[in-house]
């Protein structure tokens, strides 16, 4: 079994409730795998522990929380030669969805303890590295106002979402994509690398890890009629098909926003910008899953 380094977050989802390094132990403790458990303190403690564990020699570091947690972990292990694996304990858990991690505990845990090894793309916004999705608009404003909330978990998401969506005003951007410039309202702009959201809310169905390209979902207007449309699309992973939204494949684009626009990065509120650079890494970030 590979040396592997626990990186719990233990403000995440379930993980709060459980005594996560005893069920660890019990997976891995009794293979007498060589392996160690580090809990983080504060917001970014993920990225130096797993850099610091990879410099230490560990082939597998291991994202115990949700997609905040994996985005840190990730940016840590990028450049080394150690491997991401995922035990997902968030809200949504993109990633693990669509590497198909499964989402129960033993099942996650004895995936571990006999991984296989890939590589996946990873994109980067205004130099910020996602793994998911990143985007700007109302996506990003509800990730604002979802991290002020003061709780977490799926009905805290859709409660800010509906009060949010009646509030919230599109700003017109210019697109630069494949050569080809746009003026649009921007709605909704998703750089997806991943297929989804989380929760199975797929934002790009189509999006493929691997394929060296990041697909862009343009969402122009959200009226209440297209807005049903949208959720229900996501839901069914059929949004492409709902001619609700455009598409594009691309390596890179730019955006020109006419007033400062919020984005996120796998979920995380960054704050507001008016230009945004996105750019693809082609096969960054090796996978243990």
Known sequence: MPKTCFILNPMAGPSRRLDMPALIDRYFGAREADYEIRLTEYAGHAVEIAR???GEGHKVVVAVGGDGTV???????????????IVPQGSGNGLARHLKVPLALPAALRRLAAPTFSRMDVGVMNG???FCTAGLGFDAHVSQHFAQAGSRGLATYLRVTLS??????????????????????CYVLAFANASQYGNNAYIA?????RDGLLDVCLIDALPVGRAFRVSLAMALGNLPQSK????????EGRVMAAAPIGFHVDGDYM???TEFN??????????AV
Not at 71 to 85: K, P, Q
Not at 244 to 251: D, H, Q
Not at 281 to 286: D, G, Q, R, S, V
């Open 71 to 85: 985005n840190e972990v990730g940016r840590g292990l990028l450049g080394t030669a150690a491997a991401m694996g």
């Open 128 to 130: 910020h590295p996602f």
């Open 271 to 273: 704050g507001h910008a």
């Open 52 to 54: 610091s564990a990879a």
């Open 205 to 209: 169905p189509r999006a493929d890890l």
């Open 164 to 185: 949010e969506y009646r509030r919230y005003r599109p700003t017109p951007v210019r697109v630069l994509l494949n050569g080809e410039e746009r003026a649009t309202d």
């Open 278 to 287: 996105v750019e693809m890494m082609p096969l960054a970030l090796a996978v």
């Open 244 to 251: 609700a939204a455009e598409y594009f494949r691309v390596t």
